[in-house]
């Protein structure tokens, strides 16, 4: 089929699924669209006009446009697949390939028509999204794990009678000051030594 030819109607039950799955999946892109959106701006809620525009300005280049653009890749590797089997069929004379060659169908001009699936569409942007968030997520654990590295080595370097409080608290603990460091250990080792003396 060319894309200008009308799909024949699906049964009310397949329809009726496939919209449901339509609806599901435009419902994960939009809220996770807006916590990788909360995330990368670094900010809890976008409350300004401000804020939602430069939201899509960044959702268009780094989620829609690379979707689209693999959107668009796909349906030509299925159209062009289509044009091989007519090939096949039809003794090479394949009224698709006629097509395809006229029109001069490419990814690239796909990408700019609006004939891409577009449930197809909300599903890569909803896998491009998910995996922009895990990114988010892995990047905030590995800032997370060093600067709990970075305290730990400085616990380590440190080398006075209190303990090193003052570095794992929090803003609200200013006001408490250090206490005085357990001699637990050294107590322990001054027994095990004096037991086998």
């Not at 809890?44 to 899509?56: E, P, R, V």
């Not at 197809?120 to 999204?129: F, I, N, V, W």
């Amino acid at each position: 089929q060319s894309p200008s030819t009308p799909l024949p109607p699906l049964p009310p039950i397949s329809a009726n699924k496939l919209i449901i799955r339509f609806l599901t999946v435009t419902t994960q892109v939009e809220q996770l669209r807006y916590v990788w959106g909360c995330s990368l701006l670094g900010v809890g809620s976008i409350m300004t006009h401000k804020g939602a525009c430069h939201l899509d300005d960044l959702y268009q280049t780094k989620v829609l446009n690379v979707a689209r653009r693999l959107v668009a890749k796909q349906e030509t590797k299925s159209l062009m697949r289509l044009q091989m089997e007519n090939e096949t069929l039809d003794g090479g004379s394949g009224s698709l390939a006629t097509l395809l060659t006229e029109t001069d169908i490419t990814w690239e001009s796909l990408e700019q028509t609006q004939g891409l699936n577009e449930l197809m569409l909300r599903e890569t942007q909803l896998s491009r999204l998910r995996d922009l968030v895990d990114q988010q997520l892995i990047q905030a654990e590995i800032k997370n794990v060093s600067k709990l590295l970075q305290l730990s080595l400085q616990e380590l370097q440190r080398d006075t009678d209190t303990l090193p409080l003052d570095l794992w608290k929090r803003p609200s603990m200013k006001d408490i000051h250090g206490i005085t460091r357990p001699h637990i250990v050294e107590e322990f080792v001054d027994s095990l030594q004096n037991g086998m003396s």
